[in-house]
């Protein structure tokens, strides 16, 4: 019976679910924005606002629980310092889910997992309109008019060599006779 187990197994037994959401709320804290399936996402949400909120309590009973969950030291320091300061005001919620689409191979519902509070504004496949592309086109021909162009130099004449001081390149080596020996082996010869 089920009594009281709340949470979905991903359908994975419990080091591989553990590794799963750990992989996920790294991600999230580095990349600040992720694309996975909707029950995906609802977990690792857990995972994450937990995390955050240890991060707001700088202590090392914090930063030790910190690191049990995503066991790297650099990246425990990135959540106290850079992360969880943006979410000071904020008593909870930090993160959303955003329905995005459904997988084309097994229909699975996809959904983005973001921070409420980003470092940078992150744009996802966005459609380009007309006046967006005239834009682009326009920077192109800009880029290309203010690029400086090679000073075509008259030559410079080359001071005479002496025999002394020209160096001769070597000969090309010819075939190692080795190989000819392996392959008269390998046809039976000798």
């Known amino acids: 019976m089920r009594h009281g187990k709340s949470g979905n197994r991903l359908s994975r037994n419990q080091s591989l679910r553990k ?3 750990r992989d996920m709320a790294r991600a999230i804290l580095v990349q600040e924005r992720i694309c996975t399936t909707r029950a995906k996402a609802k ?3 857990k995972f994450i606002e937990k995390l955050i909120t240890l991060g707001k309590t700088d202590t090392l009973a914090a930063r030790r629980a910190a690191f049990a969950i995503l066991c790297d030291h650099s990246m425990v320091s990135d959540l106290f310092k850079t992360v969880a300061p943006r979410f000071k005001e904020r008593k909870g919620g930090y993160t959303r889910i955003i329905p995005y689409v459904q997988r084309a191979g097994d229909n699975a519902e996809l959904a ?3 921070l409420t509070e980003k470092s940078r ?3 996802t496949n966005q459609k380009r309109t007309k006046a967006d592309k ?3 086109d326009v920077t192109k021909v800009s880029e290309a008019e ?3 162009v090679a000073a075509t130099a008259a030559p410079v004449a080359a001071p005479a060599k002496s025999k002394k001081a020209e160096v001769k390149a070597p000969k090309a080596a010819a075939k190692p006779k080795v190989a000819k020996k392996l392959f008269q082996r390998k046809a039976g010869g000798e």
């Open 19 to 21: 590794a799963t959401l």
């Open 134 to 136: 005239e834009a682009a």
């Open 146 to 148: 203010t690029k400086p």
């Open 112 to 114: 983005f997992l973001e």
């Open 121 to 123: 504004e992150i744009i």
């Open 43 to 45: 977990e690792a949400r």
